[in-house]
């Protein structure tokens, strides 16, 4: 008996996550992204707030997957079982070049897979709400994510790719892409940082262009919404008169 009471409340608080998880996922990526900026200990930053920061994106994501297909969720899920356990990992082992690729390379493929899902989102017929507002900036912040973990792989597999990173912690590193990442999809470029090999200034290119594209997307999203919003005349073809349309009053025809 208890367990009938209490199942219903568990699909209650599921349901209740998977509906507002648009707008906790851009809560959880604005911490993410810049939470770090105002802290002051690098070192409790990259101990404590950066595991706990991932924990509750893998668990906003996996709210987000579940409203997806069966097909793909197990390879979703051990994704982000994988996203969380990442950053504990790199805790409780020593940092280095290689570990840092590989971490930077998970989370560029979480990322990215989280973008995807949110393009998907706003492609559904629908009309103008706020999960849509929301999964347009979601889709900005997915994509500034994807570009920081890209260039900061980069940077450990072609040292001093990069002019002007900070020569310290890999924590500062982050922080210096974080910083470079948004100045250059917001078209900002203030030159402090720059790419200086071959490989990181075309992939600066590809993300650059890629922002400049996603604008162009997301207001042909919501254009495309407003239009399915308004009446069926107005979006539909007009059907061709009939024979007897001559006949008919002119007022009926509109």
């Known amino acids: 008996m208890n367990a009938r009471e209490t199942d219903p409340q568990r699909r209650s608080w599921w349901h209740r996550l998977q509906e507002n998880g648009h707008t906790l996922l851009l809560i959880g990526l604005l911490q993410h992204l810049f939470i770090g900026t105002v802290l002051v200990d690098r070192g409790s930053y990259a101990r404590l707030i950066w595991p706990i920061n991932m924990l509750l994106l893998g668990a906003l994501s996996g709210a987000l997957f579940a409203q997806q297909q069966r097909r793909g969720r197990i390879l979703k899920a051990t994704l982000n079982i994988s996203v969380c356990i990442a950053p504990i990992w790199l805790v409780a082992v020593a940092p280095s070049p290689e570990r840092m690729m590989m971490l930077s390379g998970l989370y560029v493929v979480f990322f990215v897979t989280l973008f995807i899902e949110t393009l998907q989102f706003m492609a559904r017929p629908g009309k103008i709400n706020a999960d849509l507002i929301v999964s347009a900036i979601n889709g900005q912040l997915l994509l500034?994510?994807?570009?920081?973990?890209?260039?900061?792989?980069?940077?450990?597999v072609f040292p001093n790719s990069f002019t002007g990173i900070t020569d310290g912690s890999y924590?500062?590193?982050y922080l210096d892409m974080v910083y470079f990442c948004t100045i250059v999809l917001t078209s900002v470029g203030f030159g402090d940082i720059a790419p200086s090999h071959h490989a990181t200034r075309l992939a600066v290119s590809i993300f650059a262009l890629t922002s400049h594209i996603y604008s162009v997307v997301i207001v042909g999203v919501l254009i495309g919404r407003y239009t399915g919003s308004l009446?069926?005349?107005?979006?539909?073809?007009?059907?061709k008169p009939s024979k007897s349309a001559s006949t008919q009053d002119p007022g009926q025809l509109l």
């Open 231 to 239: 009446p069926p005349f107005l979006t539909q073809p007009s059907p």
């Open 144 to 156: 500034l994510e994807s570009a920081i973990f890209t260039m900061q792989g980069l940077y450990y």
């Open 171 to 173: 924590t500062d590193r």
